[in-house]
């Protein structure tokens, strides 16, 4: 049993994690998680945004859609993957008639870079704006 007091002190953690939509699923996701998703345009490297579906936020949940609106999702493209080969085989008794046929899934691995409402990540920006300006008004 001291096992599962340790496991309900974990689940106290104030962690943030998102349910987003991706490809037709919804899939959870945490900061710093790797995803592998449907394929998505893009390239190596390059930002996307998901839409979020339910936040969690430590003690609070939010799934109200005008609340979950404002929240940004974002991932880098880590690259792409492809499922297993799937092999198919047609065949009709009595008539020769034979084919094969083989698919494989194609996969793009995403890893979550922030999870956070749009006024926090436009924040960031202006601020560093604001002080490059006073950093020139303090030289002049």
């Known amino acids: 049993?001291?096992?599962?007091?340790?496991?309900?002190?974990?689940?106290?953690?104030?962690?943030?994690?998102?349910?987003?939509?991706?490809?037709?699923?919804?899939?959870?996701?945490?900061?710093?998680?790797?995803?592998?998703?449907d394929k998505l345009p893009g390239e190596h490297g390059s930002s996307v945004t998901l839409p979020a579906l339910l936040v969690v936020d430590g003690e609070r949940v939010i799934s109200d859609p005008a609340e979950v609106?404002?929240?940004?999702?974002?991932?880098?493209?880590?690259?792409?993957?492809?499922?297993?080969?799937?092999?198919?085989?047609?065949?009709?008794?009595?008539?020769?008639?034979?084919?094969?046929l083989?698919?494989?899934q194609h996969?793009?691995?995403?890893?979550?870079?922030?999870?956070?409402t749009e006024a926090k990540a436009e924040a960031k920006p202006k601020a560093r704006a604001k002080t490059s300006a006073s950093a020139k008004a303090e030289e002049g």
């Open 1 to 37: 049993m001291p096992g599962h007091a340790r496991k309900a002190q974990g689940k106290r953690e104030s962690r943030v994690y998102a349910i987003v939509r991706c490809g037709g699923r919804q899939e959870k996701v945490a900061l710093d998680d790797v995803l592998t998703v």
């Open 69 to 100: 609106g404002r929240y940004l999702v974002t991932a880098d493209i880590v690259g792409d993957a492809a499922g297993p080969k799937i092999n198919m085989i047609h065949y009709r008794n009595k008539t020769g008639y034979r084919r094969r």
């Open 102 to 104: 083989g698919h494989r």
């Open 107 to 116: 996969y793009t691995q995403v890893r979550i870079t922030h999870i956070g």
